[in-house]
């Protein structure tokens, strides 16, 4: 996608081949800066502390890192050892062992010297792969939101389209263009009249900082509203339709996504309002089926909930970021990082294969399982 007139994915190898240049997404919206992975290690800490982010990206960051520790040692135990290291980091989205195992599969049977190159072109085709993914993604959801506009009553086609989205799966979740956004950008360059409410998405404000960030360097009108506002858009009839990301999907359609998720659901469902999830095959977990059992959930630092983060705006400090305490001292915090919405309330899963019922029936339909 576009940052001030210059197209960027989120991840790439540097120059030399052998270390990966990442978007540190714990700096933005307010400064845009890229970090380089030279080792396992480092590319563990990218995700266990968010640098990078989104269940796809993570799954080729983890790639990625698995080469890098194939390049200081090749051996089996090694390898053992960082794919563990690499898993243990984010336990909730799927897609981080999914490429882990696809790498790792891949080198297993080679001798130890062949197995950073095989790596690092693995990583590469999970990359490309991602992109193609959410290309797809984009064109059937942009086939979904171009019905959905021309069914509205006459009254309200002269309005922009609104959208309501949660967190961020645009394309700084995943290597390019993202899921749930992905049909918003394609429907854009179709020429759609669009808004989208951005969930600002606590407790590290996703969507406030990121998916904000990517909207309008897309030229995307948008506004940021509290968590809490979109129940009481819906009861107004100011929103057309959720579209939110997923960070795993069981087989019968459950999906797993950003804390929050759920109450968009159920209000959506009170509402009336089409509620789609947006995924990858790779995000996709065949072999679990009630995601409420067996979903395990991430708790992340109560320090995110009980601090925040953001730009000063007057002051000797002005224009610098800062962390600042919202809460007493002596008050606990408890930060669940993620939440489990029902297939029941999905009205339907775009995946890069197609549209599909939130069920074990039309998943298998779409990807040829029996």
């Not at 960082?82 to 980091?89: E, K, R, W």
């Not at 919405?341 to 294969?353: E, H, K, N, S, Y």
């Amino acid at each position: 996608m576009n940052i001030d007139g210059r197209a960027w994915r989120t991840i790439g190898l540097e120059p030399d081949g052998r270390s990966v240049w990442v978007i540190d997404q714990t700096q933005l919206p307010h400064r845009f800066v890229t970090r380089t992975l030279s080792t396992c290690y480092q590319a563990a800490e990218a995700i266990s502390s968010m640098v990078v982010r989104g269940a796809p990206l993570i799954g080729v960051t983890g790639a990625y890192g698995l080469m890098l520790a194939l390049q200081d040692d090749a051996g089996d135990e090694a390898l053992s050892a960082a794919f563990d290291q690499l898993n243990a980091t984010r336990p909730t989205a799927v897609n981080l062992r999914w490429a882990l195992e696809r790498v790792r599969d891949r080198v297993l049977p080679l001798p130890s010297e062949q197995r950073a190159e095989a790596a690092r072109e693995e990583a590469g085709l999970i990359a490309e792969e991602d992109v193609a993914m959410c290309s797809a993604i984009g064109d059937h959801g942009l086939t979904i939101i171009q019905q959905l506009a021309a069914a509205r009553p006459a009254a309200r086609r002269s309005k922009p389209f609104q959208l309501l989205t949660h967190c961020n799966a645009g394309w700084l979740a995943t290597v390019d263009w993202g899921t749930a956004l992905a049909p918003i950008y394609k429907a854009k360059r179709a020429g759609l009249d669009l808004h989208v409410w951005v969930d600002e998405t606590r407790p590290r404000n996703q969507g406030a900082s990121l998916t904000a960030y990517e909207l309008g360097r897309e030229g995307i009108p948008h506004t940021v509203i509290v968590d809490n506002a979109g129940g009481h858009l819906m009861q107004n009839g100011e929103v057309d339709a959720v579209i939110v990301g997923t960070d795993r999907t069981t087989s019968r359609g459950d999906v797993c996504n950003k804390i929050g998720t759920y109450l968009k659901a159920l209000a959506a469902q009170d509402n009336g309002v089409p509620f789609y999830v947006a995924l990858p095959a790779s995000t996709i977990d065949w072999s679990l089926s009630d995601g409420l059992v067996e979903i395990p959930i991430e708790a992340r630092s109560a320090q995110e909930v009980i601090a925040i983060q953001g730009r000063v705006l007057d002051g000797p400090a002005a224009g610098s970021v800062a962390e600042v305490q919202l809460t007493p001292e002596g008050s606990n915090g408890f930060n669940p990082a993620f939440d489990v919405t029902p297939g029941r309330l999905v009205t339907a899963l775009i995946t890069d294969r197609g549209v599909a019922d939130a069920s074990e029936e039309g998943l298998k339909s779409l990807y040829g399982l029996d």
